[in-house]
């Protein structure tokens, strides 16, 4: 996954060098003038619902290069990310895969349709196939299916698959994947559910 | 199907209104029959397809009732000046309504603005009608037992450029901005989940769950096919919905704060869709799920 993410990246950084065709691409508009648009059609929102919209460093090039980054900031942006990862103190990664389902079968919280102590869920199958008998499942990200058994439920597997859901730009810049740690989506024990889910041998996940 | 039984009012409504319980149920036979038998991938999208199908019928199309609602409130005198809508301009000369929506959004020289057909007609409403627009503007999006006029007159509008293209206009310095911002904020990253429009609608064949998701971020069919089909009645809310609803409806999916009603954001996007969907037919409103 991360060589493919590379090859691509440098694809990216190709077109970027490359000239604007001035006649069919307009400029880029300054930012000041995209931050006017967001203003008149946001700002009436309360201040803490306009701070998630503004996008921090590692979103901010993502944004700007529509998530083709150079290959140098590709890698700022993973070390960025992988420092903001935490990893369990008890250093156990996989909690109950029932729960887990739940978590990934949860598509509510963070939207101002919700009440305000809505608990968010992950909303996996929004995006994977993960239990291969669910039908009801997105193709924005890969199939999951068998994914612990497809790698032995060996432990750096599993370390990294919790990197990849605790911030999924400390493994691949400007993924599409939300970073459900860092931005404080889903709490520890809810990443520790949902990695059960893909990890524990009597997961449907794996069967 | 409670709510929309419960909902209407008058004998003309009845008629369409069974038609739209029908194509409701039908629409449940088909997402049961989906679950019930496990077919592979191609087999449920076909399902899905075949439901479209079914609910593309013009005869059973409950947003023709917004459309006629519509042309009642724009031949309706109104507000301080005591005038109807017809002295509006819409951007082919006063009271002009053939081939106004193909062209919206546009500048007009008046406001020096550019304006959808909604912030037009709200523009008409306080200048022209001289009409306080704070109750229009509570009713922007209908409720059960609560129309709105903006819904009803923009399918009123809409269907007078049916059978025409999607004609952007992209003259004016302030339209050509509107489409650069526009493709900008679709690229625009941000919220808890860290998604733009493009995380959903950048690339081929996708889904979310079982909804296939239109790829907006290039010029053609699907584009044309998407943009040409709104206004349009939307099943699953039994209610006429605009484009303003559309984008309030995916922004709140994205995890982004409440978009202000008829702001310039939203028109940047709409500038920007109808760019990558010009030349499109209209055909409104339509009926979707």
Sequence with gaps: ?207 | MKRLVGETKGQGMKLTVIGAAVLAAAMTLAAGHLTAQSPPQDDSEKEIERYRQMLSDPFSNPGYLAVDRGEEIWTTKRGTKNVSLEGCDLGEGAGKLEGTYARLPRHFADADKVMDLEQRLLWCMDKVQGLDTKDVLSRRFSAPGRASDLEDLTAFIANKSNGMKLEPQLNHAKELEMAAVGEELFYRRGGVMDFSCATCHAEEGKRIRLQGLPNLSVPGATAQATMASWPTYRVSQSALRTMQHRLWDCYRQQRWPVPDFGSDSLTALTVFLNKQAAGGELNVPSIKR
């Excluded at chain 1, 970027?16 to 508009?29: G, I, N, T, W």
């Excluded at chain 1, 790698?151 to 970073?179: G, W």
């Design chain 1, 1 to 207: 996954m991360i060589r493919s993410a590379f090859a691509s990246l440098a694809l990216g950084a190709f077109a970027f060098c490359a000239p604007a065709l001035a006649q069919d691409k307009p400029a880029r508009p300054s930012q000041a003038t995209i931050e006017a648009y967001v203003k008149s059609t946001f700002g009436k929102a309360p201040a803490e619902w306009q701070a998630r919209i503004a996008p921090d460093e590692s979103l901010a090039a993502c944004n700007v290069h529509r998530n083709q980054v150079s290959s140098a900031d590709a890698e700022a942006i993973t070390k960025r990310e992988l420092a903001r990862v935490s990893y369990p103190a008890d250093g156990k990664f996989l909690g109950n895969w029932k729960e887990g389902y739940k978590v990934a079968n949860n598509g509510r919280g963070g939207q101002f349709s919700d009440p305000p102590d809505t608990v968010s869920g992950g909303n996996c199958f929004a995006c994977h196939q993960l239990d291969p008998k669910e039908l009801s499942y997105g193709t924005l990200g890969p199939s999951l299916a068998a994914y612990g058994k497809d790698r032995k439920y060996d432990a750096e597997a599993i370390k990294d698959a919790y990197t990849k859901i605790y911030n999924s730009q400390a493994v691949v810049p400007c993924s599409n994947m939300p970073r459900f740690g860092t931005n404080k989506v889903l709490s520890e024990q809810q990443i520790k559910d949902v990695m059960a889910y893909l990890f524990d041998p009597e997961s449907p996940v794996n069967k």
